[in-house]
């Protein structure tokens, strides 16, 4: 029986969020993007070039292109064809959707669409970056510039307007016609064209799932419907979003928390007897592997309540992930070999140690990238550098495979991936490929440090 409910895994957060489900996730930030002299921009723009270039990162495709950071510092996009798209390089650039994109250069800030034609000029100076359109909307930050942090949040139309003003300190993309916003300290939510709807009086909220969404009052969790109407009472400590009809909802303190699932109508069909309470995925191969890493502390949820299986993972959070395992040993006295690392980050100090210990080497002209998200092979060689870094090298316990798409593992990854395959570290993740430049999603690396890590303890 334990087996059937072990099939609901969950936890989910955010660090940066551009790359997930919301910009947002209630603790989180998003990335954006590059920029040119709209007015320059020439009638027919489709002009294709080959790359000469090569890419320091590749976001996913959206819209059937990705954005590329190149190793000039600029933006660009890359078609399914592998070549870049636009004659020109941006400083910043968003992820395409609904066909369009924002991007900045020079300070010049507009939309364009696929074709590279100009769509609408955007005059904020004070938008820092923008996230994909949705329903004709993207979310945009608002930059502080006495800080030079994000300080606000609000939503850009396609015609380059202020649909809904950066005004909120928090917020989550619409679901359902509603956006969950975040002004002083309260949660409430508005429509499309930014009125409130359900006023910000809640202290925590997620978004609308399936007519629900859940919100927290006076320390307990319950579900309104659309109209603001308290469908299940608050009395939990934890609540998350309804999937399949169901969500899951905890009682007691974290410590003695205990997990199970109500329906629509508040009935608890699964009861409160688990520690943890995931969403619904495809297949659970990973199950252990969250609930390794969760219980050792290496890495967190994206929320209370969820763990967001199907996210990239960053660069900066794997080298602070192996940090962590290692007690993070002192390196005060070394100086940081990078200039994208900020000091005083949550991953400043796991990069300068694995810098210096020759666990990551990052791209080159001082660039590291801690928010580029880790593709495969380059998830296998940092795994495969920090067992030579730390002495804890499993057994092979495997017969080498060679991949259907093995020539398409970068040079300096084939021998890690290798090895690595050897040791089982890679055995059970879907699919007979091994796809080299796919991005490693949390799923994955949950996995395989749980293999690692118990194989050398």
């Not at 020079?106 to 955007?122: E, M, R």
């Not at 990973?286 to 994206?302: A, D, R, S």
Request: charged share 20%; glycine share 8%; proline share 4%.
């Amino acid at each position: 029986m334990k087996n059937f409910f072990a099939l609901f895994v969950f936890l989910y957060l955010a660090l940066l969020c551009l790359m997930s489900a919301c910009t947002i996730y209630l603790e989180d930030v998003v990335w954006a993007a590059e920029a040119v002299n709209m007015a320059a921009l020439p009638e027919d723009v489709v002009t294709v070039v080959e790359p000469t270039l090569e890419f320091i990162n590749v976001a996913p495709f959206r819209d059937g292109l990705a954005n590329v950071l190149l190793k000039n510092g600029k933006r660009n996009f890359l078609n399914t064809d592998g070549n870049i798209v636009f004659p020109m390089d941006y400083d910043f650039a968003g992820w395409f959707g609904e066909g369009m994109v924002y991007i900045n250069k020079d300070g010049n800030q507009a939309i364009i669409n696929k074709n590279g034609d100009f769509v609408a000029s955007v005059d904020y100076d004070t938008i820092f970056s923008a996230d994909d359109f949705q329903n004709g909307l993207a979310v945009v930050i608002k930059l502080n510039e006495k800080t030079g942090y994000s300080d606000s949040y609000g939503f850009l139309d396609i015609n380059g307007n202020i649909a809904v003003p950066m005004i909120y300190d928090r917020l989550f993309k619409y679901s359902e016609g509603f956006a969950a916003v975040l002004r002083d300290s309260k949660w409430g939510f508005i429509d499309n064209k930014g009125n409130t709807v359900i006023p910000l009086v809640y202290d925590s909220a997620q978004p609308f799932s399936e007519g629900l969404a859940a919100v927290k009052k006076d320390e307990k969790w319950g579900f309104i419907d659309s109209n603001g109407q308290t469908v299940i009472p608050f009395e939990y400590e934890g609540a998350g979003e309804f999937m399949d009809g169901l969500a899951p909802v905890r009682k007691g303190n974290w410590d003695n928390r205990k997990w199970g699932y109500v329906d629509i109508a508040g009935n608890i069909v699964v009861p409160l007897e688990y520690k943890y309470a995931y969403s619904f995925s495809e297949g659970l191969w990973y199950f252990n592997g969250v609930i390794y890493t969760f219980e050792h502390g290496l890495m967190n949820g994206t929320a209370v309540d969820r763990f967001s299986p199907g996210s990239s993972l960053t660069r900066g959070m794997l080298v602070t992930i192996l940090y962590r395992y290692l007690s993070e040993p002192d390196n005060a006295t070394l100086e940081m070999p990078f200039t994208d690392v900020p000091s005083n980050t949550w991953y400043t100090a796991a990069v300068i140690w694995a810098a210096y210990n020759g666990i990551v080497e990052g791209y080159g002209n001082g660039l590291f990238g801690p928010f580029d998200a880790l593709n495969r092979e380059q998830l296998a060689t940092i795994l495969y550098r920090f067992q030579t870094c730390s002495g804890k090298i499993p057994q092979d316990t495997l017969m080498g495979k060679e991949y259907p798409d093995w020539n398409d593992i970068s040079s300096y990854a084939k021998n890690p991936v290798n090895v690595l395959t050897m040791q089982g570290i890679l055995r059970d993740i879907p699919g007979t490929d091994f796809l080299p430049k796919k991005y490693a999603v949390r799923a994955e690396v949950a996995a395989m440090l749980h293999r690692y890590f118990e194989a050398v303890e």
